[in-house]
């Protein structure tokens, strides 16, 4: 599995620096260190690489996700706060690469993009409806727009802007915002 992760690495170096329909299968093989046959006992195309690295994304956000969705919440405004100090990190940490996958997505086959937005538009509103599930009981498709609608303003705030908005007061009008109850 290390020479995966290798290949992993470097094609998201590669794709972050030239971009993917500049950057060959040989290039990528050859910063990780690893045969062309390698690369293709793990992937079926540069594309099915890309697809990859946008799955692997997805999943270590997932599990940020799947840790805080297990801890017991009394307080749904702390919750909140919590999920908010969640993406706080995960911007600091993916943001750049996250930048990168979106930029490349959009450049990618219509089949690929079609299959990776759909499968992270998914992902993100599982998440984020066991999440308010988790701290209101219930959940509908509002709350998830409000949530949703939320992070990405944060996530933008915190990319482009370098501004951390004050997780406070913002995890109590989200609170409020989707009919969450006076505490």
């Known amino acids: 599995m290390k020479k995966k992760e290798e290949i992993l690495d ?71 706060k919590s999920f908010f100090e969640l993406n706080l990190d995960l911007a600091k940490n993916y943001s750049s690469s996250i930048l990168t996958l979106i930029r490349e997505v959009s450049f990618a086959p219509i089949k690929v993009r079609t299959r990776v937005t759909e499968s992270f538009s998914k992902a ?8 308010i599930t988790l ?28 501004d951390v908005p004050p997780i406070e007061e913002l995890s109590k009008k989200v609170w409020f915002g989707i009919g969450g109850k006076n505490l």
């Open 124 to 131: 993100v509103e599982e998440e984020l409806r066991k999440f």
């Open 135 to 162: 701290i209101k009981g219930d959940c509908n498709n509002t709350d998830i727009t409000i949530l949703l609608g939320t992070v990405i303003v944060f996530w933008m705030d915190l990319i482009f802007n370098k």
């Open 10 to 80: 470097s094609a998201l170096k590669l794709f972050f620096e030239k971009g993917f329909n500049e950057t060959s299968i040989e290039e990528i093989t050859k910063l990780a260190g690893v045969s062309k046959g390698s690369f293709y006992t793990y992937f079926q195309s540069k594309e099915d690489l890309l697809s990859e690295v946008i799955k692997t994304a997805i999943e270590a956000t997932r599990k940020g996700f799947t840790k805080l969705s297990k801890e017991e919440y009394i307080d749904p405004i702390a919750s909140l």
